[in-house]
C-alpha cells in the first residue's frame, strides 16, 4: 500500500522564521501499553491570515481503487456514500460534501480515514485521493448578478487537527469509532496550585470516587446535575407555572441527568456492533447507591412513557428497520435495573441516588 501526502501550498515552518502563514507539525503518537506502537498520524496546522481568493487544501494520494468515492459523515452521526459525479459547471466544487467527522476512502481490503476535531469540506477529486478544506478566503462578488455573493473574506487564523489512520475493512470497523471519540473529547491538562499547609490539614475522610466504565461499544454523552427549573413531569411544571404555585421553579440538584450512545451502526463489526445491556447499579455504583432510574426523551424534558411519536407507513419493506438496527429498544427501565441499548441509539436518563 502507497500513501503520499501532498501538502504543495503548506512549508514546514523553520525554528527562525518568526512570520509565517502556514505550518504543519506532524505527530507519530506512541500510544498506550495495552495498544499499538503507532496506529495513527496527527496533523496540526496553522494557516492564516490567507490572501484573498486562497483556498487550502490537504490532499491525501493512494493506492486505493476506490472509484472516487467518498463516505462522509454529514451529522457527526450517520455515514454517507458519496459516489462522484461529473458536472458541466463547477464540477470540483459540486463534489465537495461536508465532514463534520469522519472521512474515508477504501477499496476491497483497505481503508483510509481521517478524523476531524471540525467540520470541514471532503472530497476524491481523482482515484486514490482524499482532499480536505481547511481553510478558504474568497471575494467573488459579481455586481452584475445579485443572485450570485460567495464572498467568505476571513483573515482568521485557524488550527486544525486531523487524525489519519490506514488499516484493513475489519480493523477499521473497530477502530475509527473509538478514535473519532478520543479525538473530540482530548483531556485538558490544568496546573493545580494548592498550599501544601491547606493539604496536610484536610482530612481524609473518604475513598476516591471509582470511575464509571461502559462496554467498548457504548459512550458516556452526559454525566451532569442540570438542575432545571422545570419538575421531572413537564405537564406538571406547565400547570404550576400557570397556577404560580410557590416553589416550582426551585432548582433539582438531586437528580442526575445521564445519556449513553450505541457507537456502532449495525453489521459495522461483528462483536461491537450487538446491543449492549447495562445495569444502572452495577456501572454507578462508584457514585453512590443508585434509588431509582427514569428514562427520558433524549433532551430530557419528557417522560419516555409519554412520549408521542411520529408514525410512517412503509410498505416498499416492512422488515428493513428492524434489520437494520433501527428498531427501538424496550421502553423505559426494568425492575432490576437493566437497560438494553441497540446500535446507534441514544438513551437519557435521570438517576436518583440514595
Not at 481524609?204 to 454525566?223: A, E, I
Request: with cysteine.
Amino acid at each position: 500500500m502507497m500513501v503520499e501526502l501532498q501538502n504543495p501550498v503548506f512549508h514546514q515552518r523553520e525554528e527562525a522564521d518568526e512570520d509565517y502563514t502556514y505550518s504543519v507539525t506532524t505527530r507519530v503518537p506512541q500510544g498506550f501499553p495495552r495498544g499499538r506502537l503507532c496506529f495513527r498520524l496527527e496533523q496540526s496546522y496553522s494557516l492564516g491570515p490567507l490572501v484573498v481568493n486562497t483556498e487550502a487544501v490537504l490532499r491525501t494520494r493512494t493506492s486505493l481503487k476506490n472509484n472516487r468515492t467518498l463516505f462522509t459523515d454529514d451529522n457527526g452521526y450517520q455515514m454517507m456514500k458519496r459516489p462522484s459525479r461529473t458536472f458541466v459547471n463547477n464540477n470540483v466544487a459540486r463534489n465537495y460534501y461536508p465532514m463534520v467527522r469522519t472521512a474515508y476512502i477504501e477499496d476491497d481490503s483497505s481503508r483510509l480515514f481521517l478524523l476531524s476535531e471540525r467540520a470541514h469540506g471532503a472530497s476524491s477529486q481523482r482515484e486514490g485521493e482524499l482532499e480536505v478544506m481547511l481553510h478558504r478566503r474568497l471575494w467573488n462578488n459579481q455586481e452584475w448578478n445579485l443572485g450570485y455573493n460567495l464572498t467568505l473574506n476571513d483573515s482568521s487564523v485557524v488550527r486544525p487537527v486531523l487524525w489519519m489512520t490506514l488499516s484493513s475493512l475489519t480493523a477499521n470497523s473497530s477502530l475509527y469509532q473509538r478514535e473519532a471519540i478520543e479525538l473530540q473529547h482530548r483531556p485538558v491538562v490544568m496546573p493545580i496550585d494548592r498550599p501544601q499547609k491547606a493539604w496536610r490539614k484536610e482530612p481524609r475522610t473518604r475513598s476516591p470516587l471509582r470511575p464509571v466504565v461502559l462496554p467498548d461499544n457504548l459512550h458516556l454523552l452526559t454525566f451532569s446535575v442540570p438542575g432545571w427549573v422545570y419538575s421531572s413531569n413537564h405537564t406538571l411544571h406547565l400547570q404550576n407555572i400557570e397556577t404560580g404555585t410557590p416553589g416550582s421553579t426551585q432548582p433539582d440538584y438531586d437528580r442526575v441527568l445521564l445519556r449513553i450512545m450505541h457507537l456502532y451502526e449495525k453489521g459495522e463489526d461483528p462483536v461491537l456492533s450487538q446491543p449492549a445491556t447495562i445495569n444502572m447499579k452495577e456501572v454507578l455504583r462508584g457514585m453512590g447507591e443508585v434509588g431509582a432510574v427514569e428514562e427520558r426523551s433524549l433532551t430530557g424534558t419528557w417522560d419516555i412513557s409519554d412520549l408521542q411519536r411520529w408514525k410512517w407507513k412503509t410498505s416498499e419493506d416492512p422488515g428493513r428497520g428492524e434489520r437494520l438496527g433501527v428498531k427501538r429498544s424496550s421502553i423505559g427501565v426494568r425492575g432490576d435495573f437493566n437497560v438494553t441499548i441497540s446500535p446507534k441509539e441514544i438513551r437519557t436518563f435521570f438517576i436518583y441516588f440514595k
